[in-house]
């Protein structure tokens, strides 16, 4: 997009976007972001499984195959999604930056 990533719109149809908003609702949150973030936040496991079998991993401890490989934090290894339900932007004095390792990195924008 012209202004980034962050400018990104998702379609939904009738169907799917009152799931959505009724979990929203459940939830509690107020914002769309929040609820997508508690989705991947609960579908870290298959997300994960995704992505092993995505690169071949037989193995978790393969390094291309942790999620943690994808970003990491400069203090310390932090997962693409963060723990107990805590959003990223909450996540004070830590700033997420691109793997040096280019092999680690998967291209996300080749799956759309």
């Known amino acids: 997009t012209a202004q980034g990533p962050r400018d990104r719109r998702v379609r939904l149809s009738i169907e799917i976007a009152r ?5 929203q609702d459940m939830l509690g949150f107020d914002k769309a972001s929040r609820t997508l973030d508690w989705l ?6 298959a997300i994960k499984d995704l992505v ?4 071949g991993c037989t193995n978790s401890s ?9 970003y ?7 997962t693409l ?8 932007s909450e996540i004070k004095g830590k700033k997420l930056r691109k793997p ?3 092999s680690s990195v998967i291209d996300l924008a080749a799956r759309e």
Do not use: M, W
């Not at 092993?52 to 690169?55: F, I």
């Not at 393969?62 to 994808?70: E, K, P, Q, V, W």
């Not at 999604?81 to 990223?88: D, F, H």
């Open 100 to 102: 040096t390792d280019k």
């Open 72 to 78: 990491e934090c400069e203090s310390d290894k932090h």
């Open 19 to 23: 799931k959505f908003f009724d979990l």
């Open 52 to 55: 092993q079998s995505k690169l």
């Open 62 to 70: 393969d390094a291309r195959c942790s999620l943690s490989s994808i």
């Open 40 to 45: 991947l936040n609960k579908s870290k496991i």
């Open 81 to 88: 999604y963060p723990k107990n339900g805590e959003i990223a």
